[in-house]
């Protein structure tokens, strides 16, 4: 059973920077793609960033490129957001996916972790 547990989420001024965390367990994840995701209030959860486990291959929504970055760490099993030049609409609660790159929608999730971002 997969688990995923986010951490690093906080309050940050306009054009602060952020690092999420998610750490990994309950199986190897060679072959896994591990994503983030955000929902804002009143919002529907979006896409924010993807790489693959092995390869270490990215991709990013259009809104975040150039200012997050995601990374992996295959000895500490954990995934990272660096998140930089935050903007208030950057605010929602980020979550932690995971999925085998064999089928297409994401099936484990972590609790999540709020980002709010002040103007």
């Known amino acids: 059973q997969v688990q995923l547990v986010e951490s690093g989420g906080g309050l940050v001024q306009a054009g602060g920077s952020l690092r999420l965390s998610c750490a990994a367990s309950g199986r190897t994840f060679s072959g896994y793609a591990m994503g983030w995701f955000r929902q804002a209030p009143g919002k529907e959860r979006e896409f924010v960033a993807r790489?693959?486990?092995?390869?270490?291959?990215?991709n990013y929504a259009d809104s975040v490129k150039g200012r997050f970055t995601i990374a992996r760490d295959t000895v500490k099993n954990t995934v990272y957001l660096q998140m930089n030049s935050l903007k208030p609409e950057d605010t929602a609660v980020y979550y932690c996916?995971?999925?085998?790159?064999?089928?297409?929608?994401?099936?484990?999730w972590g609790q999540g972790t709020q980002v709010t971002v002040s103007s």
């Open positions: 996916a995971a999925k085998s790159r064999e089928i297409t929608r994401y099936n484990s």
């Open positions: 790489i693959m486990w092995t390869g270490g291959s990215t």
